[in-house]
Each structure stands twice: as structure tokens, then as C-alpha cells.
């Protein structure tokens, strides 16, 4: 169990390197941090659905990585990074960029609440995806161009 554990902390720490190697490229690093909500959310889905057994520190690493992706989130749509590298960054978040960061404020409270009482158990994962994923869903909704 605990070489499970390790091997998933180690592809999120590879998914950050990647955006680190990328750091020239706004659009890049945006990619690379919502891939790594993505595994961390793919993560914690599998024990929500019981199609993965509860580990605590899976759950840790995903909530951790969750709040760590949308506190730099933000900071990563400098002016002239509309356009590029395939992104589905809406127009609208340099229209509203108060809204659109308070939205990733929200999504990273709610990681971080989730973090301090920590899921025991698959029912517990399965409540605290639901306060985050309507930050996810809310944000894409607003400040994502499906492509």
C-alpha cells in the first residue's frame, strides 16, 4: 500500500515539474496544472465510487494537490495568453479576473476544508467532491471554451 502511495505522489510531483519546464508558456502551464486537478479529482472519484479502496493518503496527495493547483491558478493568464497552445481559456476571465479568482479561492478552501477534516472513508471522499466539483463545474462553465 504504501509503494501505491508514493507512485501516485510521484506523478503529481512529475506533473509539476512539467509546468515548471514549461514555465515560459502560460497556456502550457495552465494545461499541465489542470491535468493534475484532473488525476487528483480521478483520484478521489475512484474511492467515492468504490471502484478504488479508501487510502488516506491518496486522499491527502489529491486534496493537497487540488488546493496547491487553484491557489497559482490564477497568476497563470497574464495578459496576451488568450490564444495559443490549444487553449480553453474563455475570454471572460480577463473580462472578470476578481470573479475568476474567487472562484479558484473557493475551489481551494474547499480542498483545504476537505484537507483539515480529513475523509475517513469512501462516503465521506464521496461529500467532499460534491462541495468541489460545483467549484469546478461552475468555473468551467463561466471561463472554459469547450474545444
Not at 480553453?88 to 481551494?108: G, N, Q, V
Not at 483545504?112 to 462553465?141: F, M, R, T, Y
Request: aromatic share 4%; net charge neutral.
Amino acid at each position: 500500500m504504501k509503494f501505491k502511495t508514493l507512485a501516485v505522489a510521484a506523478a503529481l510531483a512529475g506533473l509539476g515539474a512539467g509546468a515548471v519546464l514549461a514555465a515560459g508558456e502560460p497556456q502550457v502551464v495552465r494545461q499541465d496544472m489542470m491535468k493534475k486537478v484532473g488525476g487528483a479529482m480521478g483520484a478521489l472519484s475512484g474511492i467515492a465510487k468504490g471502484e478504488k479502496p479508501y487510502d488516506a493518503e491518496i486522499v491527502k496527495a489529491s486534496l493537497a494537490t487540488m488546493s496547491e493547483v487553484a491557489r497559482a491558478f490564477p497568476e497563470q493568464f497574464p495578459a496576451g495568453s488568450e490564444t495559443g497552445a490549444e487553449t480553453e481559456a474563455s475570454p471572460k476571465i480577463w473580462e472578470a479576473p476578481d470573479d475568476f479568482k474567487a472562484k479558484a479561492d473557493r475551489l481551494a478552501a474547499d480542498a483545504e476544508a476537505a484537507l483539515a477534516s480529513l475523509p475517513a472513508d469512501q462516503a465521506g471522499v464521496g461529500a467532499a467532491l460534491g462541495a468541489i466539483g460545483k467549484n469546478c463545474g461552475g468555473c468551467h462553465e463561466v471561463y472554459r471554451v469547450k474545444k
